[in-house]
């Protein structure tokens, strides 16, 4: 395994600095439109200019005074609007969201002498009309303000949300994220696949309700990153931040964490070709740096990523990006149990590169369309080769079984994902009623995994079962499946400022490549048999048709009340198609476990959402909303005994089927207050269930392992949090400190209680094993970020410095993760990471000029 070592770091910022992009596509642009007026007839102005500053877009005002430009990136503009004869106006703080119409109506003052400019500070909506569903947008100004540590922490800011990433009972794969309207998904493993250097980030937003037909395999959540982009003039930053400015011997309650980040933008060839680069360094020695110094060198965590584009504009209406994206990690991965032989546990990486050519054209002012190639690679490595010759020793225990003292764990993977991806879309206004959005995308993957993992069998309760043979997860395959999809979408406004209808479709496609072999379990001796192919069967083409609609009617003047229903899905992970599709013979003393399941189909959610949200004052917002889903064809492995099972094991091995379903329901009460600078924010209210009958897709071999029946009845699931309570404060302090505070609190999580009193039996013989039939403690986090801008000169340059400290969990509560089958916090060994991150404060500055 490559070291993230100075000279690569090096390179890959050159490079990085050498390319990059602007997009103009998915969830990354919006409208800007309105309705401009004599301040004193109130008569409608035709043929006034309205100009974005330092963009090139702009629009004419018609006959009744309305104009609308078409789009615009999201973010925060300065908008002209000038007519002979009228002061001019400059509108600033115009905030562009993404998928969404920015209302700006503007009176001017009638002049027969040019008198200057009237310049007036925009004011966004209390209430965003054309929204049909629970969505959330932060542009970078708040981004700064939070106590947050990358912009995966805003999602768990947000109502039906777990500090896990789970949305409105989803698992946490259940969303998808994308950066600049491209996704940036493990989809072999699951998850977010890269990071980007917060500077980087203009803002974002967050669908954790119901979305549009142009969002595609998540069945619970989209996050869209915006990124910056480069300007007419030449702008710099910097950041830097650690914990540990006091010695380790006068404050342990750190993670010896150091960060540092730079930015820079500007023009490079006039004003048609501009750049921005971004790049950040993040060192850490964790959470448990005391016990890592033994056995390893600081830092123990090292990241590095960064974010450049480059834009070129033809004319205001052409634009050709180019955008490149790095994110490389290296890290030691802490298990309490080895915590005396940490150096037996394997070493990780993970590098991801991203790099895409977008094409915008704006072919009227009611008409463009955007075309889009991009190539994402992304490559996974778990610890040193391990060879077929290579010894697979047993694991040194403790006498009480308890540590692992001696040996390493087996376990050796080298996974590799690339996709190429061409997607386009196209948007035109219709009778000034419509918005009628259809786009095509056609994604060609290449997946390699090489897996070599042996697991020691282990009794529900966390022991070890000596002599028993170990079990074999490893795996390999190389396959090239094809997605693709088409979607259509319109967008209706009834009337101006008014109701909302939003009907969509989505038709999305997979295609395996894969032929799933069909296996027969054949016993060679005892306890060892062969896995032999008789023949093969053609994986089936998939695909799905998911249906949207949302509709959204003013009640009054001061309210408004939506309704959204949708079916979704996603794909399942390669790995859970491919894992174990090609087996191989065992080795002696092991048991193979798992197979894919190439033919598995999309996991679904049916859901609907309703809402009403009335501005209470000038101010001030409430909102109530009401959800249900129903997650069907969950996967999970189904048990398969082959023909000699008393050689195989007593559980034989299992396939991935879909055969699991579960449900959520919940209620969202959110107060927010904007507009005022001595203190705004929201405060939230969230209840919600959330059962099923199965967790991971593991779950049903686990059970089998242990002696289990598979549950046959819904159970309240890990994440059920019943009631959360989430609020964020930003208010002034004395001597112009700002302050931001931050509170999460969720009531008990469940938890299965199933006591044993030797870690091999339960307490009570026969006792029926009911899945997480008991409850843990309350959970409450309160963040604090103070900081302090100051603003100087030296020469001809203004610089703007902040001083800044970030403060997570400030009164130090031990907040429960996880307790054992008896109840007890950390198990037997009273694990510490049984418990949330204890306090941490970071202190550091920003200077950008």
Same mark, same amino acid.
């Given at each position: 395994m490559k070291d993230l070592n100075y000279r690569s770091l090096i390179i890959v910022l050159l490079l990085a600095c050498g390319a990059s992009a602007h997009a103009s596509f998915r969830g990354v642009t919006g409208i800007l439109e309105g309705r401009i007026t004599d301040k004193q007839t109130n008569e409608p102005l035709v043929g006034v200019n309205v100009v974005i500053v330092g963009t090139g877009f702009g629009a004419a005002s018609d006959a009744e005074g309305y104009y609308r430009v078409n789009n615009v990136r999201a973010g925060i503009y300065e908008v002209r609007f000038s007519i002979i004869g009228y002061k001019t106006v400059l509108m600033t703080k115009v905030t562009i969201i993404p998928d969404l119409r920015t209302r700006l109506n503007v009176e001017m003052d009638a002049s027969a002498i040019e008198l200057g400019t009237v310049e007036v500070r925009a004011e966004r909506p209390l209430i965003q009309r054309d929204q049909a569903a629970t969505a959330f947008s932060i542009g970078e100004l708040k981004l700064e303000k939070l106590p947050i540590s990358s912009f995966q922490d805003v999602l768990t800011l947000q109502p039906g949300t777990?500090?896990?990433?789970?949305?409105?009972?989803?698992?946490?794969?259940?969303?998808?994220?994308?950066?600049?309207?491209?996704?940036?998904?493990?989809?072999?493993?699951?998850?977010?696949a890269a990071n980007i250097p917060r500077s980087s980030i203009t803002g974002l937003t967050m669908h954790t309700g119901g979305f549009e037909a142009e969002y595609g395999n998540a069945l619970s959540g989209?996050?869209?990153?915006?990124?910056?982009?480069?300007?007419?003039?030449?702008?710099?930053?910097?950041?830097?931040?650690?914990?540990?400015?006091?010695?380790?011997?006068?404050?342990?309650?750190?993670?010896?964490?150091?960060?540092?980040?730079?930015?820079?933008?500007?023009?490079?060839?006039?004003?048609?070709?501009?750049?921005?680069?971004?790049?950040?360094?993040?060192?850490?020695?964790?959470?448990?740096?005391?016990?890592?110094?033994?056995?390893?060198?600081?830092?123990?965590?090292?990241?590095?990523?960064g974010f450049t584009k480059t834009e070129y504009s033809y004319t205001p209406m052409l634009r050709l990006s180019l955008q490149a994206l790095y994110s490389l990690r290296r890290w030691h991965d802490y298990e309490f149990s080895w915590r005396f032989n940490l150096g037996g546990l394997p070493e990780r990486a993970r590098d991801s590169y991203r790099l895409a050519l977008i094409l915008s054209h704006t072919l009227s002012p009611s008409t463009f369309y955007t075309v889009s190639l991009s190539r994402f690679y992304h490559r996974s490595e778990i610890g040193e080769r391990i060879s077929e010759g290579d010894p697979l020793g047993a694991y040194e225990y403790d006498f009480f079984l308890r540590y692992i003292v001696g040996g390493r764990r087996y376990w050796w993977a080298d996974t590799r994902q690339t996709i190429h991806s061409l997607k386009a879309d196209f948007t035109t206004h219709i009778a000034n009623m419509h918005i009628v959005k259809v786009g095509a995308e056609f994604n060609q993957y290449g997946i390699n995994s090489e897996v070599v993992k042996y697991e020691p069998q282990t009794t529900y309760f966390g022991k070890p079962i000596m002599g028993a043979p170990l079990l074999n997860y490893s795996n390999s395959y190389d396959y090239a499946p094809r997605s693709g999809n088409i979607f259509l979408q319109d967008k209706i406004e009834i009337i101006r400022d008014g109701s909302n209808i939003s009907f969509g479709v989505r038709w999305d496609f997979l295609d395996p490549t894969a032929e799933r072999p069909i296996v027969e379990y054949i016993p060679v001796r005892p306890n060892e048999f062969e896995q032999r192919i008789t023949g093969t069967s053609k994986v089936k083409f998939k695909h799905q048709f998911s249906p949207r609609i949302a509709v959204a009617v003013p009640a009054s003047p001061m309210s408004f009340f939506f309704v959204n229903f949708g079916h979704y899905f996603q794909y399942p992970l390669f790995d859970v198609l491919y894992s174990g599709v090609n087996p191989s013979q065992l080795r002696t003393g092991t048991r193979s476990v798992l197979a894919g399941n190439p033919d598995l189909e999309p996991e679904r959610t049916i859901a609907w959402e309703a809402g009403f949200k009335y501005s209470v004052s000038e101010n001030e917002v409430v909102s109530i909303t009401h959800f249900r889903k129903s997650f069907k064809n969950q996967i999970d492995?189904?048990?398969?005994?082959?023909?000699?099972?008393? @050689?195989?094991?007593? =559980?034989?091995?299992?396939?991935?089927?879909?055969?699991?379903?579960? &449900?959520?329901? %919940?209620?969202? !009460?959110?107060?927010?207050?904007?507009?005022?600078?001595?203190?705004q924010g929201s405060l939230s209210y969230s209840y919600m269930i959330t059962e099923g009958i199965s967790e991971y897709v593991d779950q049903s071999i686990n059970f089998a392992q242990w002696g289990f029946e598979a549950p046959a009845k819904a159970y309240p699931l890990s994440w059920d949090q019943r009631h959360t309570v989430k609020g964020d404060a930003e208010f002034k302090l004395p001597f112009d400190i700002q302050a931001n505070l931050v509170?999460?609190?969720? @009531?008990?999580?469940? =938890?299965?209680?199933?006591?044993?009193?030797?870690?091999?039996?339960? &307490?009570?013989? %026969?006792?029926? !094993?009911?899945?997480?039939?008991?409850?843990?403690?309350?959970?409450?986090?309160?963040?604090?970020?103070?900081?302090?801008?100051?603003?100087?000169?030296?020469?001809?340059?203004?610089?703007?410095?902040?001083?800044?400290?970030?403060?997570?969990?400030?009164?130090?509560?031990?907040?429960?993760?996880?307790?054992?089958?008896?109840?007890?916090?950390?198990?037997?060994?009273?694990?510490?990471?049984?418990?949330?991150?204890?306090?941490?404060?970071?202190?550091?500055?920003?200077?950008?000029?």
């Open positions: 777990t500090l896990e990433g789970n949305v409105r009972g989803g698992k946490k794969n259940e969303v998808i994220f994308y950066v600049d309207g491209l996704p940036v998904q493990d989809v072999i493993g699951g998850g977010l989209v996050v869209n990153v915006i990124t910056k982009s480069g300007g007419e003039e030449h702008k710099f930053g910097a950041r830097y931040e650690k914990d540990n400015w006091l010695p380790d011997n006068v404050n342990e309650q750190q993670d010896r964490a150091t960060e540092v980040e730079f930015y820079a933008s500007g023009p490079l060839v006039g004003k048609e070709l501009s750049y921005f680069t971004a790049n950040s360094y993040l060192g850490s020695d964790t959470r448990w740096w005391q016990d890592f110094r033994y056995f390893f060198l600081s830092p123990i965590s090292q990241e590095v990523s492995a189904k048990t398969l005994i082959p023909f000699d099972s008393k @050689s195989a094991g007593d =559980y034989g091995f299992a396939s991935y089927v879909n055969n699991a379903e579960a &449900s959520a329901i %919940g209620l969202e !009460f959110v107060l927010s207050r904007e507009r005022d600078e001595r203190v509170l999460l609190y969720n @009531s008990p999580r469940p =938890y299965t209680y199933y006591p044993t009193r030797d870690g091999y039996t339960p &307490s009570v013989p %026969g006792k029926a !094993f009911l899945p997480n039939n008991q409850r843990m403690q309350n959970v409450a986090f309160i963040n604090l970020k103070l900081q302090k801008q100051f603003e100087f000169t030296a020469g001809m340059t203004k610089y703007l410095m902040t001083l800044f400290a970030d403060g997570r969990n400030i009164l130090n509560t031990d907040n429960v993760r996880w307790v054992d089958s008896n109840g007890r916090i950390g198990g037997e060994l009273d694990d510490p990471g049984a418990y949330y991150d204890p306090r941490r404060v970071r202190i550091g500055f920003r200077i950008e000029f």
